[in-house]
């Protein structure tokens, strides 16, 4: 009798954590008992905090209370188990948060393990099990517990939906169908379920192979990855061996000139020393004759005056005179100029292959390129900086604004002569060279050639390949009067679009795409070149003749993209 009146209280004696007998049990200052380790753990997840509270009452403690076993409560659990104290079996755990609570339950409510569709409620193992021992009932269809169940009812009507309307896609209940849906081509949802389930079954397929193609592209490209690195590795060790080899080369010659100039001064300097000392010694001589001379010159006795005059006043001709064979002070300036020379045909030759370098580098790509941008906020992501190289300005045309504007002049300025310079064109090329993505803006007055060309068209004359899009080496947009057309290799294509003052340029170079759009409240296309670029390309400008000449790179900043993007998102 004792067991049967402790076994209803058994919740009383278990730790609202865990929901098990309490084990270790320990009071905290609000009076609730927990197992040690429950209670441990759960305020170890806040240790981050410097408020500890109940999980039951929610009340707070500042410090963190100190855990001690309740002896008293310990040995009141061990002497109940003795007489058949247990914890409640698994089905007939309490619902927490975020599990389904029986419907059917008074009080505290169990987890429910069911939901029928039928009932539109939800039992735990003991509401349930009329579900399968009456009749009526065994015909319900039981899913497992969910709190969804109300998605089942129609919210016009109050009622199960059963039917499903294959006009309108979507679930209905009879009711409906006699009303806003009469008419319309309905089916049991049981009858849609299982035509969509077959729909499902080769959804899955194709999602199946999906995956299994996206894993071998997976893994192709970690074999891709492996390969680049690799290869990259491998590139690293021999280029910088090579360099180290050309360092070491460069070293060695530079010793050898020093070592050569110092070798020729030091036999320089020892001959002059030579000869010095013997002019030195020919000095001493004849002082000792002009003295000899001088006391002679001071005689009385006429005799020895004329015996002594002249052994004393014969002179051995000089043989060491230099006065007349000096050079002039500048044996080792040709050296110089010829390390100069040397410098400058070498530093030509390092940024002629360092584009080929590069080029080469840039070309190296696992994926395909990137579709085009769309809006202006993605072109602007692939903005560079360009400035204009005024050594291959045209003599008439003045550069200002950082190198970035160009406009034409009556009288020449006063450039350098350069071998890059455009000698009759009125044209400039950008000093920086373009690969991969970038894009840029130019404003224009006038009539004006917006391009891309590469670094070894013709600068000298006034022949067509010195003109931009009248060769194979350039691509050019002539804009003129709101209007415009292509040129590339002496084939002009006629646009049809009118160009606004600002016309933006994309360029694609290892896709090989060249694109000219018209810049206003929208980017409009113009005109669009597909090809391959076999070297790295540079933005070019040229001027026509007329009163207004002037044209100009943009400044533009990549965060102005974001900018663009957030009124994009905000609009």
């Known amino acids: 009798m004792a067991q049967r009146g402790i076994q ?14 309490l084990k270790d049990p320990v009071t905290i200052p609000c009076g609730h008992s927990y197992c040690m380790s429950c209670i441990k753990e759960c305020w170890d997840g806040e240790e981050h905090k410097e408020i500890y509270s109940c999980p039951q009452c929610r009340q707070t403690f500042t410090p963190r209370p100190v855990l001690v076993k309740s002896t008293m409560l310990a040995e009141l659990l061990e002497e109940m188990k003795k007489m058949g104290l247990q914890a409640a079996p698994p089905d007939l755990c309490y619902a927490g948060p975020g599990d389904v609570a029986c419907d059917f339950c008074t009080g505290r409510k169990l987890k429910a393990l069911k939901s029928c569709l039928a009932c539109l409620a939800s039992y735990c193992e003991q509401h349930l099990q009329p579900h399968y021992d009456v009749a009526p009932l065994k015909k319900h269809k039981l899913v497992e517990a969910t709190v969804k169940l109300q998605e089942n009812i129609c919210s016009r009507h109050d009622e199960v939906m059963k039917i499903f309307c294959r006009t309108d896609q979507q679930c209905i209940c009879y009711l409906c169908s006699m009303d806003e849906h009469k008419g319309h081509d ?3 949802a049981a009858a849609e379920r299982t035509e969509r389930q077959e729909e499902l079954g080769l959804s899955r397929q194709k999602i199946q192979q999906r995956i299994q193609d996206t894993e071998k592209d997976v893994k192709v490209l970690q074999q891709e990855v492996e390969a680049i690195s690799r290869s990259a590795d491998e590139a690293v060790e021999d280029s910088e061996e090579i360099f180290t080899e050309l360092i070491r080369l460069v070293e060695k010659r530079r010793s050898d000139v020093k070592q050569q100039i110092r070798s020729q001064q030091e036999e320089e300097v020892s001959r002059a020393e030579e000869v010095q000392e013997k002019l030195k010694q020919e000095i001493a001589e004849l002082r000792r004759k002009d003295a000899e001379l001088e006391q002679l010159s001071h005689t009385q006795d006429h005799i020895h005056f004329l015996q002594n005059y002249p052994s004393l006043s014969c002179l051995s001709e000089s043989t060491h005179s230099l006065s007349a064979n000096i050079r002039p002070l500048s044996y080792f300036e040709d050296v110089t100029a010829a390390v100069s020379e040397l410098r400058d045909k070498l530093q030509e030759l390092l940024s002629e292959e360092w584009s080929k370098i590069s080029l080469t580098v840039t070309e ?23 400035t204009l190289d005024p050594n291959t300005a045209y003599t008439q045309l003045s550069l200002s604004e950082e190198n970035r504007k160009a406009t034409a002049m ?31 803006e130019v404003k224009w007055e006038g009539r004006v050639d917006i391009a891309v060309s590469y670094q070894d068209i013709s600068r000298t004359g006034d022949g067509d390949e010195c003109v931009f899009g009248n060769n194979d080496k350039s691509w050019s947009l002539d804009c003129y009067n709101m209007n415009c057309d292509f040129r590339h290799n002496k084939i002009q294509t006629d646009i049809p679009l009118p160009v606004s003052s600002r016309v933006g340029v994309y360029l694609d170079h290892r896709a090989g795409i060249l694109s000219f759009y018209s810049v206003s409240e929208t980017m409009t296309l113009l005109h669009r070149v ?3 670029f076999t070297q790295p390309l540079h933005a070019g400008l040229g001027l026509y003749e007329g009163n207004v000449k ?3 790179l943009i400044k533009l900043l990549k965060r102005l993209s974001m900018i663009l993007n957030f009124t994009q998102y905000l609009l």
């Not at 209803?8 to 007998?21: N, T, V």
């Not at 579709?371 to 560079?384: D, G, I, V």
């Not at 002569?417 to 000698?423: K, L, V």
């Open 364 to 386: 190296v790509d696992v994926l395909l390129s990137h579709p085009e941008p769309k809006t202006r906020a993605e072109f602007l992501q692939y903005s560079c900086h360009i």
């Open 410 to 440: 009556a009288l020449k300025q006063p450039y350098p002569s350069h071998p890059d310079r455009f000698t009759f064109w009125d044209q400039v090329l950008s000093r920086e060279s373009l690969t991969g993505r970038c894009y840029w």
């Open 8 to 21: 209803p209280d058994s919740e009383k004696f278990c730790c609202s954590i865990c929901l098990d007998l």
């Open 530 to 532: 597909q090809t391959t």
């Open 550 to 552: 002037k044209i100009s």
């Open 186 to 188: 309905t089916v049991s």
